[in-house]
């Protein structure tokens, strides 16, 4: 089954999922993170064939979430790195892993971070930017913003 | 082009496309997370076959995600609720929100919150669970967890 363009959605989240576009995508974005640069190294810690891998990489570039660079001329080599709008895939990638490690991961977490300025182990908590306070879907309430084109839906009609 | 199954793949974040499965997945939940839960609704806002959508709620109820709840005996009548593992998905779909906002939305975001605890607008910003401060892929150290089967790669190798 082909999956549909969302790109005429008018929601930030479909437009994310119309970039990111695959789940190949967060895996390859996942290794980038964790410091994949070459085709070979994806390729054998993805699992996926040469072709697969190749086109995906190509619509991260396309997308301005990677870029391909050439590192070595003769022979010339090419590596792979994020952009800031692929280092910005981070908050989703570790959303993610978070959900995975709650739910799907009976072994345990496979990795854990340490905050290098505090040098402790940590995880990220998403925080009010106002007080402070953690957050979660229970005390947020959805308003339209400016790029509204139509009402949200249940409790948060807009004025 | 069928999707790979990620079952066996030793990670979170596979674990969670997995279960999450396909884009349509996350629209469903992004609508659930805003107070729809009618199958009609659902239809209307995603513009999807009832077919297509059938099956991808189905999917959900069987991950654990969403319930399927009769609310009239005559007719019978069912909606779609999502379950604390579904509410617990709101990070990704925030993080997901928020990168689209940034980089595919020219006329302003379409969504914004209120933090209804300190009633001011907000957004949710990750920060260390330890000291509190900002975070972001630059100063987070990846390490091992207790359920790491391999290596991690770069300048993240096990001691």
Redesign the interface.
């Known amino acids: 089954?082909e999956?549909?363009s969302?790109a005429e959605m008018?929601?930030?989240?479909?437009?994310?999922?119309?970039?990111v576009g695959e789940?190949w995508s967060?895996?390859i974005v996942?290794?980038a993170?964790?410091?994949?640069c070459n085709f070979d190294?994806f390729q054998r810690?993805l699992g996926?064939s040469r072709n697969?891998l190749a086109l995906r990489l190509s619509r991260l570039v396309e997308a301005g979430v990677m870029t391909k660079v050439l590192y070595s001329e003769r022979p010339p080599r090419f590596e792979y790195r994020l952009t800031e709008?692929g280092?910005?895939?981070?908050?989703?990638?570790?959303?993610?892993?978070?959900?995975?490690?709650?739910?799907?991961?009976?072994?345990?977490?496979?990795?854990?971070?340490?905050?290098?300025?505090?040098g402790?182990?940590?995880?990220?908590?998403?925080?009010?930017?106002?007080?402070?306070?953690k957050?979660?879907?229970?005390?947020?309430?959805?308003?339209?913003?400016?790029?509204?084109?139509e009402p949200?839906?249940?409790?948060?009609q807009p004025a």
């Not at 993170?33 to 994949?36: A, D, E, K």
């Open positions: 089954m999956r549909k969302f008018h929601c930030s989240i479909a437009q994310c999922l119309e970039i789940w967060m895996l996942r290794d993170l964790l410091g994949v190294q810690r996926i697969i709008k280092r910005d895939l981070w908050p989703i990638v570790t959303a993610m892993r978070q959900w995975g490690d709650r739910y799907a991961a009976p072994g345990g977490p496979p990795l854990v971070l340490r905050h290098t300025e505090c402790r182990m940590s995880e990220p908590v998403f925080t009010c930017s106002n007080c402070g306070g957050v979660d879907a229970e005390v947020m309430d959805a308003l339209p913003g400016p790029g509204a084109v949200l839906v249940g409790r948060w």
